[in-house]
């Protein structure tokens, strides 16, 4: 990419992000090849012909003020086995989202 074109790799092809603009939007007096609507965003849905599930267990360890009901988490611990993992990352953030998630709930939290 240079400032404001893209360009094919390995060739003196390129185009202005407007001109791309211009024909993925559709002009005026032409006719647009018929399939997927013209413009510059797309959505698809995907349905897979069987759920697949993962496994796990999440243990936490707290401590509870029996005056004020109080609550601290002394030591949470998560389990999981999700197969063949693509990309670790994003499963390491769906892990401390979930914990952070349950946690809200577990201790009522609301949002207004």
């Excluded at 413009?39 to 401590?63: C, K, M, W």
């Amino acid at each position: 990419m240079q400032a404001g074109f893209a360009k094919v790799a390995g060739s003196d092809l390129r185009r202005s992000f407007r001109e791309i603009a211009a024909r993925a939007a559709g002009m005026p007096g032409f006719s647009m090849k018929g399939g997927p609507e013209p413009g510059l965003e797309g959505v698809s849905h995907f349905t897979p012909d069987r759920s697949t599930y993962s496994n796990g267990t999440h243990i936490a360890e707290v401590e509870v003020d029996i005056e004020t009901g109080h609550v601290t988490i002394l030591r949470y611990v998560v389990m999981h086995d999700c197969g063949t993992v693509n990309n670790p990352m994003e499963v390491e953030g769906q892990e401390v989202g979930g914990v952070i998630h349950g946690t809200g709930n577990a201790f009522f939290e609301r949002m207004m």
